[in-house]
């Protein structure tokens, strides 16, 4: 277990970090400047780590909560089924974003677009945010 939390937290510390470093260093200046390029030049370092660092999170995560409960328990009312099912959403939420951004806003990001993936980049990283919140809650009882 020690092994695959190490991995997801250092999985979490790359996407929660790259996003962070997205929302507060790059994307103020884009928008400034009102040029997509910045955010572009960084989602194509970000992406070679940041989806495997993702992937990574997922495996993890499942794993440790079939560790944690069993599948059928997952949606019981137990503290650790109700962080298990926040997670769940958190991934939905983060699946559909992401495909939003690489189907709707990246093929046609310009100028006047920018602002429109702005609020994108807001949204995902206060929901790569939450997971972590969510995450400490496994190991303080619950989610708050």
Known sequence: MRHLLFLHLLGASVWVGGHLVLLFGVLPKALRQRDPQPVRNFEQIYERIGIPALLIQIVTGLW?????????????????????????????????????????????????????????????????????????????????
């Open 64 to 144: 440790m909560a079939s560790l944690w409960l069993p599948h059928a328990q997952w949606f019981g009312a137990t503290p650790a089924a109700q962080l298990i099912q926040a997670k769940l959403v958190l991934l939905g939420l983060t699946a559909a974003l992401g495909v939003h951004a690489r189907l709707a806003l990246i093929p046609k990001l310009d100028a006047q677009r920018l602002p429109q993936l702005g609020a994108h980049i807001v949204l995902i990283t206060l929901t790569a945010v939450a997971f972590v919140w969510v995450g400490a809650g496994f190991r303080f009882g619950g989610l708050f």
